[in-house]
């Protein structure tokens, strides 16, 4: 590496460097957006399958959890926009969560289910897994390489 | 003294230093190897210059396991970014040819 550096070609190396760290820091929107996928999976098995595959879904979403959780902690960078929605988007999918046992708990019915209670137990999947998704899509969006990401932290 | 290149900073403006302030700024923390690879320079060169960063109150050093596996994690300290968002505002005067206010 070259010991002096000149003003363009130090902007270029800054340049260089953030797309690179920019590209490697993207898993975190990747797995977002799985997870939000899988959830929804999960809860449509949850609250429209038999009891068999309850059981395989119960199974397979914790073993992807904990595979989730083993890849995020391998990853050697972080970024900023995850960093900075890790709160509201796991808040919200606690809540969204919450929403869909209580609703599989109390408000489906366990039998006599028509065409509405399934549409209805489909949104339920559907909106549980959305804050994952849009937090995925957010964190994917922000950290493109068309984005500049000037504005990503407010700290630029 | 007039002219924008006066204030740069002598910490930053160095090429590995620069890389590393770049790459931390884009990150909120960056392991070191990841650091290492992504700047392409040995294990003993990335520890000096980031023991000068860490000196100047730049860098932000962490050390910790994963299971039995060391790791350090790197981040810029509030300081550190204010220095690197200066620097390069230094950097574009001097290439746009803006003079100072």
Known sequence: ?156 | MTHPRHALDEVIHAPVRLSIMAALAAAEKADFRFLRDTIEVSDSLLSKHIVILEEAGYVHVEKGFVGKRPRTWLSLTPRGREAFTKYTEVLRQITEGIPRA
């Not at chain 1, 998704?133 to 932290?153: A, F």
């Open chain 1, 1 to 156: 590496m070259q010991e002096e550096i000149d003003p363009r070609g130090a902007l270029d190396e800054i340049e260089r460097v953030r797309a690179n760290v920019r590209r490697s820091s993207r898993w975190a929107g990747r797995l977002l957006l799985v997870m939000g996928v899988g959830s929804i999976a999960y809860w449509a098995a949850m609250l429209l399958g038999p009891g068999a595959v309850q059981t395989v879904a119960g199974w397979g979403w914790g073993l992807f959890v904990v595979s989730a959780i083993i890849f995020a902690f391998r990853q050697g960078v972080y970024d900023p926009v995850t960093h900075r929605l890790q709160w509201p988007v796991t808040g919200l999918y606690a809540l969204t969560t919450i929403g869909a046992v209580l609703f599989g708990l109390y408000v489906l019915p366990e039998d006599d289910r028509g065409p509405g209670w399934v549409a209805a137990a489909v949104a339920v999947s559907v909106i549980a897994g959305l804050p994952l998704i849009i937090g995925g899509w957010r964190v994917l969006h922000l950290t493109s390489d068309r984005h500049d990401g000037r504005e990503v932290d407010g700290r630029r």
